[in-house]
């Protein structure tokens, strides 16, 4: 894709890129409470979903089943939670995001509850690692 | 469909039936704070997206379009949001919610906020009125 894109500078700030998929930057959310992963089609001006021709929201769900994928390779999940929200960061984004039972904000959402943890440096980077290389896997 | 399906009673108690698309029941939440639906495909034992065939997501993520128009249609909305939780109740569900700044949870998610708000009885069956037709409106 060669048309412009600029990420919003909170997401900017909370997240840090591990893979750029066909339409979707994957961004790994520092917060040590969850595994939280962010996607932001990288195309400027995209608010809601239904901004995205039909091919290239299914292109965004494939690519979110994939994230899912990655997070469940990768550590404990007892429930997948995705969310599509905006009213704060208006650039398209989607989250989706591994939970536990028992985890800072179970049974409730993420979003909303309590402050970001940011992750020890070296726990982040092999989080980061291990979800690059499930990121990479086939299928 | 002829497969089972049976309604989770905490799902069958806070929502009521507008429409059933061809993949999901289309129910309303009542509650008066929000617009807000939620969408559950009519088949029992399914907990996340993934647990739905290719073809079926694409359906489910078509309804779930269907049913943003429609709120979009029939209330004032400044922000669609999504999200499949299941923390709480495992059957596979989608919220679809019109937000609108400045309302009740405004700009946190509208789960795990307040109590619902029931609707007083005439003002939940013009909502439900308006947005049966907006579901049955062509595209």
């Known amino acids: 894709m060669s048309e412009t894109f600029t990420l919003d500078p909170r997401l900017a700030a909370d997240t840090r890129l591990l ?6 930057d994957v961004r790994l959310m520092d917060d040590a409470r969850y595994g939280w992963l962010v996607l932001v ?15 290239e929201q299914a292109t965004l769900w494939r690519e979110v089943n994939r994230a899912g994928a990655a997070l469940r390779a990768t550590m404990p999940c ?11 960061v208006r650039q398209l ?5 591994a939970r536990r039972e028992g985890d800072a904000g179970w049974p409730g959402p993420v979003w909303g509850h ?25 299928g």
Chains 1, 2 share one sequence.
């Open 19 to 24: 893979a750029s998929l066909p339409l979707c």
């Open 41 to 55: 089609p990288r195309r400027d001006g995209l608010v809601e979903i239904a901004d995205l021709g039909e091919g």
């Open 78 to 88: 007892d429930k997948l939670n995705l969310g599509a929200l905006g009213n704060i």
């Open 93 to 97: 984004h989607v989250h989706v995001v």
């Open 114 to 138: 309590g402050q970001r943890e940011p992750c020890a440096e070296g726990a982040l980077h092999e989080r980061m690692a291990a979800l690059r290389q499930a990121l990479a896997a086939p």
